[in-house]
């Protein structure tokens, strides 16, 4: 007998280790291109690995989604154990994979719910999780996805690049606003929003931006519940933690995920980088 639902998804997602035990999710992994050859996010190359060879390397390394035949392979596989999957990527604005993933499942003729996070990282884990409560509630695969789509604008993320360089030659910037921003040494905070970064706010210095992103969460504290929030950083877990405990100093209620941002993401945004994220409920 075939089981239910798969969970599908790439590897922006920051997917603990017992959630991955617990529960049938498959991870397709991006590539990370070096100079020296080419890496799957999370397989070959960790987070921690990264941000080395960036630093030995000539050249800023180049990511690239999934190639359709990864995807084709595991939807066929799929189709021998379970019913049917829902498969939840990283914004579509942001990369290819979402489109690659929905082409490989008609041609593998599984049925296959895809959804456009229009987010990236940890809040992509919290969707799909949202997802499996919602199936073991007895609900349709269908149903579940159409209410996933549009879990996106329950979330909100403050995002502190730690090199706008390599951030700029990812093509995730402007111009314009690489050469303001290291003109004037500012320090913008971007967002990930409505599937598509954006410069939230510009400041002067790091630890006033960390404060920014704290008033964020304290106003989104006094008008929804926020149970749960996110520290994602780039190789800089020591920050990441002194800010777990300013929020836990002060939220009790809150529980606090401390977590890498993946290779993919740090290739683009670099070491140093501090984001924040959570779901307002």
């Known amino acids: 007998m075939k089981k239910k ?34 890496y799957e996010d999370g397989i070959d190359l960790e987070p921690e690995h990264l941000y080395q060879k960036i630093v030995q390397a000539n050249y800023a390394p180049k990511t690239s989604q999934p190639c359709l035949g990864k995807f084709v392979t595991l939807y066929e596989r799929l189709k021998e154990e379970y019913e049917c999957a829902i498969a939840v990527h990283l914004s579509s604005n942001l990369s290819g994979t979402y489109n690659t993933s929905a082409t490989a499942a008609k041609m593998v003729d599984f049925p296959v719910e895809s959804v456009d996070s229009k987010l990236m990282s940890y809040p992509i884990t919290s969707i799909i999780l949202n997802g499996i409560e919602q199936a073991k509630e007895g609900k349709g695969y269908r149903e579940i ?59 002067r210095t790091e630890g006033k931006a960390v404060k920014r992103m704290l008033e964020q969460l304290e106003n989104a504290k006094q008008n929804y519940s926020v149970k749960h929030v996110q520290i994602l950083h780039g190789n800089v877990l020591e920050k990441a933690l002194e800010l777990k405990e300013k929020i836990q100093s002060k939220y009790s209620d809150v529980e606090v995920l401390v977590g890498p941002i993946s290779s993919t993401i740090g290739a683009h945004a670099g070491m140093g980088t501090l984001a924040l994220a959570w779901r307002n409920e």
Do not use: C
Request: no cysteine.
């Open 5 to 38: 639902i798969a969970w599908v998804t790439d590897s922006t997602a920051l997917i603990p280790d017992h959630i991955m035990e617990e529960h049938d999710i498959y991870v397709v992994p991006l590539e990370i291109i070096f100079e020296d050859g080419t």
């Open 145 to 203: 996805a159409a209410s996933l789509r549009e879990e996106y604008k329950n979330f909100e993320n403050y995002i502190l690049v730690g090199s706008l360089d390599q951030f700029y030659k990812g093509g995730r910037m402007t111009g314009l606003q690489y050469f303001i921003g290291n003109l004037l040494q500012i320090k913008p905070i971007f967002q990930i929003k409505d599937g598509l970064f954006e410069v939230y706010e510009k400041v």
